[in-house]
């Protein structure tokens, strides 16, 4: 627009890099339709010229996923190079390989996210395993940690009802932030919208 009355941002404030497609999870909802790493992928020295030309442009930070970015063996090498070039790198995980190692060099990024849908039964409504006591581990390391924490929550149809008790117990872990992510009809996760999505009402409601 040339109108100057309407404030315009120079860059993106944010950036999602799907750092690799592998992950040995696999939830059924994914929107990546995630599992093994995908021919083509970044290599190191790729994802650093990336790096360099969103650092040019001046965005503020990158948040680093996947598939599940602990999977990939230069996530740190890369979250390094993101700091050096001025960029905030944050994480998302599912909390499956965060080992104690692991833990100590996470003070990288500038908030690490872990992925519950729900606590109790409404975990698994979307990942058909039980894995919230490592979610809930992760969480409670990265806090003893001193590493900024947060939710990444996924909302659909049949966790909805269980949003209070998350925030309930975000509140007693003490975590930043729980952010809100839509069911996407995409990859793996197109088998499951139509039945999954949020209704109307829900909408409304939340």
Same mark, same amino acid.
């Not at 995630?34 to 083509?40: K, M, N, R, W």
């Not at 499951?192 to 409601?205: F, M």
């Given at each position: 627009t040339d109108d100057e009355s309407v @404030?315009?941002?120079?860059a993106p404030t944010e950036v999602h890099f799907a750092i690799t497609n592998k992950c040995s999870v696999g939830c059924p909802h994914c929107y990546m339709n995630? %599992?093994?790493? +995908?021919? @083509?992928e970044l290599d190191t020295a790729s994802f650093k010229r990336a790096l360099d030309v969103l650092a040019k442009m001046k965005v503020f930070h990158i948040a680093l996923g996947g598939g599940e970015a602990l999977e990939r063996p230069d996530l740190f090498e890369i979250a390094e190079y993101a700091r050096q070039k001025g960029l905030v790198p944050n994480l998302t995980t599912s909390g499956s390989k965060l080992t104690a190692d692991v833990v100590k060099q996470m003070k990288i990024f %500038?908030?690490? #996210?872990?992925?519950? +849908? $729900?606590? $109790? #039964?409404?975990y698994g409504v979307f990942r058909n395993k039980d894995m919230f006591p490592i979610a809930d581990s992760a969480i409670d390391a990265l806090i003893e940690a001193g590493v900024p924490a947060g939710i990444n929550c996924v909302i659909g149809?049949? #966790?909805f009802d269980g949003i209070a008790g998350l925030f309930e117990y975000a509140a007693k872990k003490r975590v930043n932030e729980i952010e809100f992510?839509?069911?996407?009809?995409? @990859?793996? @996760?197109?088998?499951?919208?139509?039945?999954?999505?949020?209704?109307?009402?829900? #909408?409304?409601?939340?």
């Open positions: @404030g315009r941002l120079s995630a %599992g093994q790493q +995908d021919e @083509g %500038g908030q690490v #996210n872990v992925s519950i +849908d $729900g606590v $109790g #039964n409404s149809r049949h #966790n992510l839509r069911l996407k009809p995409s @990859g793996r @996760g197109m088998e499951k919208y139509t039945d999954e999505r949020t209704t109307y009402e829900q #909408n409304i409601s939340l």
